[in-house]
């Protein structure tokens, strides 16, 4: 059972762009959600996260929105940079300990 | 200072054979992870620690899989015997009790044949 998932494997976007990446989620007993990138060859480097009393957090070009009632988790980046070109994976932490659910991963490609 | 270090950073074995995986987490870190990555599933929590105890390994696929934490700065992740479908990447991550945010180290690749 997949607590987290990333329905869109991958994603090319054009240099200057917005790049929109989604996960929904099963489980409403979840209390911290994040991203993480990952580049070949290396492990995931925390990007962002929110916590479940939020709805909105910005950081730089990277913003996340969390929507509860849809179980749904998306990252926005704000002018992608060809930099940018990772695999994007989503995770959530439960609330009843260090519990973490990662997504299979969305694979970005920003097109200088 | 120096991030998660795991080794050996590949591993190329035949099925039947004991693989032993290492990692070193951050100095003063609280939690110890392991995952694993496929394609099909994604990271997968396998099993994590805290002050080097054991704290839940429902993630471990099988017996064959075992996972120690003898000191806060050594762990390993044990396959015997090991068999095709293990092969993946297998990473270690550390964090703090403070946060929810994990320091990955660089990954094992893993290929039984």
């Known amino acids: 059972d997949q607590q987290v998932k990333q329905n869109s494997p991958s994603l090319s976007v054009q240099e200057g762009r917005i790049s929109i990446l989604n996960c929904d989620y099963t489980n409403s007993m979840f209390d911290y959600f994040l991203w993480y990138k990952k580049y070949p060859a290396e492990g995931p480097t925390f990007l962002i996260s929110i916590s479940s009393i939020k709805d909105k957090n910005e950081d730089g070009r990277f913003t996340v929105f969390l929507n509860k009632s849809a179980k749904h988790l998306s990252l926005h980046i704000v002018p992608s940079q060809p930099g940018d070109s990772a695999v994007y994976f989503c995770a959530v932490e439960s609330n009843t300990g260090n519990q973490f659910y990662f997504g299979t991963g969305t694979s970005l490609t920003v097109i200088p | 200072d120096a991030g998660v270090i795991q080794s050996p950073r590949h591993e190329v074995t035949e099925m039947g054979q004991e693989v032993t995986l290492r990692c070193k987490p951050i100095?003063?870190?609280?939690?110890l992870f392991w995952y694993r990555q496929t394609m099909m599933r994604g990271l997968e929590l396998l099993i994590y620690f805290n002050n080097n105890v054991p704290i839940d390994d429902s993630g471990m696929p099988e017996d064959r899989f075992s996972a120690k934490m003898p000191n806060a700065s050594f762990s390993t992740l044990k396959i015997q015997p090991s068999e095709p479908r293990d092969s993946a990447v297998y990473f270690c991550a550390s964090s703090l009790a403070s946060g929810p945010e994990q320091f990955f180290g660089p990954g094992t690749r893993l290929t039984v044949l």
């Open positions: 100095s003063g870190h609280d939690y």
